[in-house]
């Protein structure tokens, strides 16, 4: 999709930031397209397609008490685009202050990468009507479940690919292929003139990992259903279990804390409590980044779950 092959570009904003004057630099280049659909019975509500490319450049800029940063991105990648931007980076990274704990990682760096799973190239050959036919099959199951079912706010389905390549001027380029894909289903349930709604979503890397629709459907319709009918309970100390959709949105909080960025920075309150217990021994979080097939998300996938659980 880029005017030049992805290590050409990112190596040619690598060189170009160099040549203006920067001390270092690093350059990450996305190219992603991707198509969601939604359906509302039987009938399609929208279908869109998309195709996005991006370059962020970061430049730093040597000072006697730290580096000076700064980064920009753009999506025209023309080599005179590419040009421009590098050189109008490192010159916004000499007015900003300088920074002691800017600066490109130490080495060593892989020299593999290893197969994380995160990507199958045959579910590009899926095409659109297809994965229409998975929101169809998923409404209808949550419309099927039960008479109470009456409407919906729809089911959607979604499919991003992405190839990642990232590089800086200490000598490191690596380059991967990223794909996720997801079912979403939103039932209202109706009963003695109340109504209530509520939802359920699959997502994977893979579209063979993912629910099935059929499964989809009618869970996101009991999920509806349980909530008719609902009573406000009186205050009280009582133990609480959070199921899976709501147990994410808690630790998210404590995984921004432990986060590397903030780490380093010495910006959490976690930043010198490696080794030792900070909650109830019960319980333990492994953050496994070289799980094949994990949901380790991006920015824009992060985005998307965050869309279906704000829906709840």
């Given at each position: 999709m880029?005017?030049?092959a992805?290590?050409?570009?990112?190596?040619?904003?690598?060189?170009?930031?160099?040549?203006?004057?920067?001390?270092?630099?690093?350059?990450?280049?996305?190219?992603?397209?991707?198509?969601?659909?939604?359906?509302?019975?039987?009938?399609?509500?929208?279908?869109?397609?998309a195709?996005e490319?991006?370059?962020?450049?970061?430049?730093?800029?040597?000072?006697?008490?730290?580096?000076?940063?700064?980064?920009?991105?753009?999506?025209?990648?023309?080599?005179?685009?590419?040009?421009?931007?590098?050189?109008?980076?490192t010159?916004?990274?000499?007015?900003?202050?300088?920074?002691?704990?800017?600066?490109l990682?130490d080495?060593?760096f892989?020299?593999?990468?290893?197969?994380?799973?995160?990507?199958?190239?045959?579910?590009?050959?899926?095409?659109?009507?297809?994965?229409i036919?998975?929101?169809?099959?998923?409404e209808?199951?949550?419309?099927?479940?039960?008479?109470r079912?009456?409407?919906?706010e729809?089911?959607?389905?979604?499919s991003s690919?992405?190839?990642?390549?990232?590089?800086?001027?200490?000598?490191?380029?690596?380059?991967?292929?990223?794909?996720?894909?997801?079912?979403?289903?939103e039932?209202?349930?109706?009963?003695?003139?109340?109504?209530?709604?509520?939802?359920?979503?699959?997502?994977?890397?893979?579209?063979?990992?993912?629910?099935?629709?059929?499964?989809v459907?009618?869970?996101?319709?009991?999920?509806?259903?349980?909530?008719?009918?609902?009573?406000?309970?009186?205050?009280s100390?009582?133990?609480?279990?959070?199921?899976?959709?709501?147990?994410?949105?808690?630790?998210?909080?404590?995984?921004?804390?432990?986060?590397?960025?903030?780490?380093?920075?010495?910006?959490?309150?976690?930043?010198?409590?490696?080794?030792?217990?900070?909650?109830?021994e019960?319980?333990?979080?492994i953050?496994?980044?070289?799980r094949?097939?994990?949901?380790?998300?991006?920015?824009?996938?992060?985005?998307?779950v965050?869309?279906?659980?704000?829906?709840?």
């Open positions: 880029s005017v030049e992805p290590r050409d570009t990112v190596e040619r904003a690598i060189d170009r930031a160099r040549r203006a004057g920067a001390s270092a630099v690093d350059a990450v280049l996305i190219e992603s397209d991707s198509v969601e659909a939604r359906v509302r019975a039987a009938e399609i509500d929208f279908v869109t397609q195709r490319r991006i370059l962020g450049i970061r430049a730093l800029v040597a000072g006697k008490h730290g580096a000076r940063s700064a980064s920009t991105s753009t999506s025209d990648l023309s080599p005179e685009a590419v040009d421009r931007m590098a050189a109008e980076t010159t916004l990274a000499r007015a900003t202050a300088e920074d002691p704990t800017a600066g990682p080495d060593p892989a020299t593999e990468i290893p197969d994380l799973a995160l990507f199958d190239p045959a579910d590009r050959d899926v095409d659109v009507e297809t994965r036919q998975d929101a169809r099959a998923a209808a199951a949550a419309r099927g479940a039960d008479p079912i009456d409407n919906s729809g089911s959607q389905v979604g690919f992405s190839h990642v390549a990232y590089g800086n001027s200490a000598g490191f380029f690596g380059e991967y292929d990223t794909a996720i894909h997801s079912l979403f289903s039932p209202v349930a109706k009963s003695n003139g109340g109504l209530q709604r509520d939802y359920w979503y699959t997502i994977a890397r893979r579209l063979s990992d993912l629910e099935q629709p059929t499964s459907g009618r869970r996101a319709a009991e999920r509806a259903l349980r909530r008719l009918g609902a009573k406000r309970v009186q205050t100390e009582a133990s609480v279990i959070f199921d899976a959709v709501t147990a994410p949105s808690l630790l998210g909080h404590l995984i921004g804390c432990v986060n590397g960025y903030s780490v380093y920075r010495q910006t959490s309150y976690l930043a010198d409590k490696l080794g030792e217990t900070i909650a109830t019960s319980m333990t979080v953050d496994d980044g070289i094949p097939g994990g949901l380790g998300l991006s920015n824009r996938e992060r985005n998307l965050a869309s279906f659980d704000d829906l709840g």
